[in-house]
């Protein structure tokens, strides 16, 4: 199965900052005391609205920071002084040091080797079934003020390498609908069909080593990656509820991380490009993430969570999901819709 996008619409210690343009240096030592202090993640989150950046802010600081426990509000207001600061001079004394890169063999060893346990992704992976819940917002006039439309509880079975989504409820309440009609974006895929996709031969992937990340604790490489819309298998739908459906096909690019003692991608960050100026959809991009998750007893290296972000003109939408209660597959499992929804480890 293809990954696929398809929207279908239904028509105190930080009080310094605010005086002047701050340093990211200043960010990231602000955000690390409020961990040290244990504030809560909105607190942090809501105090860093207060900074206006003299300088760019990039991903590995982000990763850095979300490594050491900033929480999804912080990491999301760190997102987005990272868009609004692209156009900024890079720090002259970096905020948080690298390590030197690896010798250009190595970088190709990994790559391979990360290649290699993706094509045989889907074939490692047992039969289950999983809860998700899916937190949709929207921004109605594209000023990056989100609100809450609805969140969904699905059940998601995985079952001889094929995906079946059965929506549960909408907002705490069961519903007889199909998850398609919901409205709003929907994204399905991640079990596997966007990780091989990147590592296809069909693919031509142009890749090269980019940077060191600390990724939930863990010593991570970062590679940039790009597929040309001739050789993508990345497609959008978009479209009315119950009517025509715009069908395009997409090129990528973005950032695949692997981590340093397994060779297992454990996050994909992927921008669309080469979209059709006629096209509604203007931007659509996706993060996902992976890791080691227990399954009748044994590790598989499952998705956690996902974000997808799809732009229209002025209308802006974004998905963050969870994948919660792993289990082996049976087929009178059930999902009860009122099941509370925890939050993701970091």
């Not at 987005?80 to 970096?94: E, F, G, I, K, N």
């Not at 100026?277 to 996902?306: I, M, Q, W």
Request: glycine content about 6%; hydrophobic content about 35%.
């Amino acid at each position: 199965m293809p990954f696929r996008l398809t929207a279908v619409f239904l028509l105190g210690c930080f009080a310094a900052a605010a005086q002047s343009a701050a340093s990211v240096r200043a960010v990231v030592e602000n955000v690390r005391q409020g961990l040290r202090l244990n504030h809560q993640d909105s607190q942090v989150a809501k105090a860093l609205r207060k900074f206006k950046l003299a300088e760019r802010l990039d991903d590995r600081t982000i990763e850095t920071l979300e490594s050491e426990g900033a929480g999804p509000a912080t990491v999301a207001e760190l997102q987005q002084m990272r868009d609004t600061s692209a156009h900024l001079p890079v720090p002259q004394v970096p905020a948080i040091e690298a390590p030197p890169a690896p010798w250009a063999g190595e970088q190709e060893r990994v790559w391979e080797a990360a290649g290699e346990k993706s094509l045989s992704y889907t074939g490692s992976l047992p039969d289950f079934i999983c809860t998700e819940s899916v937190k949709r917002y929207k921004d109605p006039e594209g000023r990056e003020q989100w609100h809450l439309a609805d969140t969904l509880v699905l059940k998601l079975t995985y079952f001889e390498r094929k995906e079946d989504y059965q929506l549960i409820s909408i907002n705490n309440h069961p519903t007889h609908l199909t998850y398609e009609q919901t409205g709003g974006a929907i994204t399905e895929g991640e079990f596997g069909s966007l990780l091989g996709s990147i590592f296809a031969e069909s693919s031509r992937t142009e890749y090269r080593w980019d940077h060191w990340t600390t990724l939930r604790q863990r010593p991570t490489h970062v590679y940039r990656f790009r597929i040309a819309v001739e050789n993508s298998a990345y497609h959008m739908s978009f479209g009315t509820t119950g009517g025509y459906l715009q069908h395009v096909s997409m090129g990528q690019h973005g950032y695949l991380y692997v981590d340093r003692e397994t060779n297992a991608v454990v996050r994909i960050a992927a921008e669309a490009e080469s979209l059709p100026p006629d096209f509604p959809v203007k931007r659509a991009g996706s993060l996902l993430d992976y890791g080691f998750t227990d399954v009748g007893g044994h590790p598989y290296l499952l998705p956690l969570r996902s974000v997808t972000r799809l732009d229209t003109l002025p209308l802006q939408h974004r998905n963050e999901v969870q994948f919660l209660d792993y289990r082996k597959f049976s087929s009178d499992a059930t999902v009860t819709f009122g099941d509370p929804v925890p939050p993701v480890k970091k």
